[in-house]
């Protein structure tokens, strides 16, 4: 009889130690996501003087704790970084972010004059409509896939 008195009280802690787990499980397989990725071509004629593009769009943390992004990279370039464009004395001036901090039910914003990617040396001529994935690389293990479409530079 003493046993069914401490029944209930088994059963919750039960069900909380599952649902516990569960929301662990969930985080730790939660992932940003990368949305309206875009890549700016060059102007016309200024592609091999300039073996840079930049890549803007947003990446989206719906998980319930943080992430990091420490590193990119693309089948598509020889190299792609993490910048950031600041004015500093009234001048622009770009340098590269080693990592950046997402919160949770945050977001990264990269466009043009901000937060951005340096996407260096296309492998291959890149056409407007033309896809190309960067992979993020995330603290901890992990990465993320991001697909950016190809647009012409406006006038």
Partial sequence: MRNLAYRPLLV??????????????????????VRDGWVRMPPAGAASAM????????????????????GAKSPSFAGVELHETRTVGGVNRMRPV??????PDASAVLKPGGLHL???????????????????ELAGGGTVLGEFEVRKAEP
């Fill in 12 to 33: 919750l802690l039960c069900a909380v130690a599952a649902a516990l787990a569960t929301g662990c499980s969930s985080a730790r397989d939660c992932a940003p996501q």
């Fill in 51 to 70: 073996p840079m593009l930049a890549g803007f769009g947003r990446i989206v943390n719906t998980c319930p704790m943080p992430v990091t992004i420490v």
């Fill in 98 to 103: 080693p990592e950046l901090r997402i919160a």
């Fill in 118 to 136: 340096m996407l260096m040396r296309p492998g291959a001529k890149l056409n407007p409509g033309s896809r190309v994935v960067v992979q993020f």
